[in-house]
């Protein structure tokens, strides 16, 4: 009786962007438009060669908790993701129903999505001439190393979205998690990178950076390169899988975050589809 192949687990030797000053200044970066004469960031790239392994017909074995990352199948109705109010309302729905089946969360509030797309896949919503500023900005893959959050960033992100709430809602546990998922076709160029929670020494690798808004200052961490980390990918991640990443954590006994990057894959076909894909970010509360 014939049997399905099952494909080898496709390593991938490469190079990674970590964090390297520039200028003696605290990090930062201008989400928008820097001031006059202030350069957008003051991030320095320093390259460094890792091996990321292929987790294809091992992803039960990565856990949220153990490792800061988790890949779970979810078939969405939504296929296209262009239009953001179909995407709110019908996309997140899904998102939260899926983080209260696969993590157990009581209550989930959607901060942000993002979709990133090669830039010149669609045209820009800011180059409207009727839009100076989008809500939702189309990115590209990112390819630094960097988590989303800061702790102090996390906790704030929970008073500045549940206000009256924010105090009862910090005494039990809160989590922040980014529902990564490819649209369309399966990844081939960019493919998305996570390091393993336990191998991150969080007293040196982490590097608070101002994440300057217009009317706030968030912070996200870079990351600085050390030899022990260990950096995972799902080969050919489809749309039906979706990636969790963590991004915080406020219990201190597990896994509470996760370094991640995009990254080249050399080996990539070139008549394949550029990587096309939506994050969705997610404040996840235990106690209701």
Known sequence: ????????????????????????????????????????????????????????????????????????????????????????????????????????????????????????????????????????????????????????????????????????????RVRIINVWRPIRNPVAHKPIAVSDWRYLDTEHDLVPVRFIYPDRVGGTFSVKYNPNHKWHYLSNQAPDEVLLIKCYDSEVDRARLTPHSAFLDETSPKDAPHRESIEVRCLVFDSE
């Not at 957008?40 to 790239?45: D, M, R, S, T």
């Not at 993701?81 to 899904?94: A, G, S, V």
């Not at 509030?109 to 045209?123: N, Q």
Request: aromatic letters at 8%; glycine letters at 4%.
């Open 1 to 172: 009786m014939a049997t399905a192949a099952v494909a080898s687990p496709h390593d991938v030797p490469t190079t990674l962007n970590y964090y390297t000053p520039i200028g003696t200044e605290a990090p930062y970066q201008y989400v928008y438009d820097a001031p006059p004469n202030t350069p957008q960031h003051n991030l320095g790239n320093e390259t460094h060669p890792v091996i990321i392994h292929d987790v294809r017909g091992h992803e039960s074995e990565y856990t949220l908790d153990k490792n800061g990352f988790q890949f779970v199948k979810h078939q969405s109705k939504e296929t296209e993701f262009t239009d953001d109010e179909k995407i709110e309302r019908e996309y997140y729905p899904e998102v939260i129903e899926l983080l209260k089946k696969e993590v157990g969360a009581k209550r989930v509030f959607i901060f942000d999505h993002t979709i990133r797309r090669k830039p010149d896949a669609e045209k820009l919503e800011s180059e409207s001439k009727n839009v100076v500023e989008p809500k939702y900005i189309r990115r590209g893959p990112v390819e630094r190393v960097h988590i989303d959050q800061t702790y102090d960033a996390s906790v704030a992100r929970v008073h500045r979205h549940l206000g009256p709430e924010a105090d009862r809602l910090l005494k039990s």
